[in-house]
């Protein structure tokens, strides 16, 4: 198994710009689930999917965050406009459903400055 | 609303010692998880505890669960620089209507050789 693959693993943008994070999530899991993670403010959850559908974006911290699944293979996180607040480390994770007793896998992260 | 707390949130250590880290929650839950996250890398899944009393041991690690005091503990044994890393503890609660997986700020774990 591949496990949560995410891209990209950098990314370095100017303030304004738009920025797209991606992520496939473990073939057969039903939970996707979008992190970050700071030194100041440890790892939040952002948003997570159940079968393709938005549960809980609460953890979304503004409009300029969004967040698709279009099919149970493929999901995207977007900043636009980003700021330099938005420098953080973003993970992606899937598990299978819920009541599974699974632990999330999470994937390698793509790493955002945002300058 | 749920909350996470660990502690210590940094420990040195020399090897050969034990230690135990501490995760207190605010509310019940239905499962626990640690995980381990080395400098730059992902999180790995370390342990799932279930119920009252869990305990799971992998190597020098131990975990174990207590509900009713809403505490899980993370315990090394003979500690090995190779366990240096940040360990995180996360609370689910995803039988409930505020389903959510709250995760602790992590402890940072530096074993001195």
């Known amino acids: 198994d591949a496990g949560v693959i995410q891209s990209p693993r950098h990314e370095v943008t100017e303030m304004g710009q738009e920025v797209t994070l991606r992520c496939k999530p473990i073939s057969g899991h039903d939970y996707l689930f979008w992190y970050r993670q700071t030194m100041m403010r440890g790892l939040e959850l952002l948003i997570y999917f159940n079968n393709n559908v938005p ?15 279009p099919n ?12 330099p607040r938005d420098s ?14 699974q632990p999330q896998h999470f994937g390698d992260g793509t790493r955002l400055s945002i300058l | ?7 210590p949130l940094f420990l040195s250590m020399q090897e050969g010692k034990n230690y135990t880290i501490y995760c207190n929650y605010s509310t019940t ?7 381990r996250q080395d400098p730059g890398k992902s999180l790995e899944s370390l342990f799932v505890l279930l119920s009252n009393g869990a305990v799971k041991q992998e190597g020098r690690l131990m975990a174990s669960l207590d509900t009713k005091a809403r505490l899980s503990t993370l315990h090394i044994t003979a500690a090995v620089h190779d366990l240096s890393a940040t360990y995180f ?4 609660m995803y039988s409930r209507r505020d389903d959510k997986i709250i995760f602790g ?7 001195l050789p």
């Not at chain 1, 953080?88 to 007793?101: K, L, M, T």
């Not at chain 2, 609303?1 to 502690?7: A, D, G, P, T, W």
């Not at chain 2, 700020?105 to 074993?111: F, N, S, V």
């Open chain 1, 88 to 101: 953080a480390v973003y993970f992606c994770a899937s598990s299978p459903w819920r009541d599974s007793n």
């Open chain 2, 105 to 111: 700020k992590g402890t940072r774990l530096h074993i």
């Open chain 1, 55 to 69: 549960i809980d974006d609460s953890g979304m911290p503004e409009d300029r965050f969004s967040a698709k699944m």
């Open chain 2, 89 to 92: 503890c996360a609370v689910d």
């Open chain 1, 72 to 83: 149970a293979s493929f999901s995207t996180l977007k900043i636009q406009p980003s700021e």
């Open chain 2, 1 to 7: 609303e749920l909350k996470v707390e660990q502690n």
């Open chain 2, 29 to 35: 839950s239905d499962r626990l998880y640690w995980y």
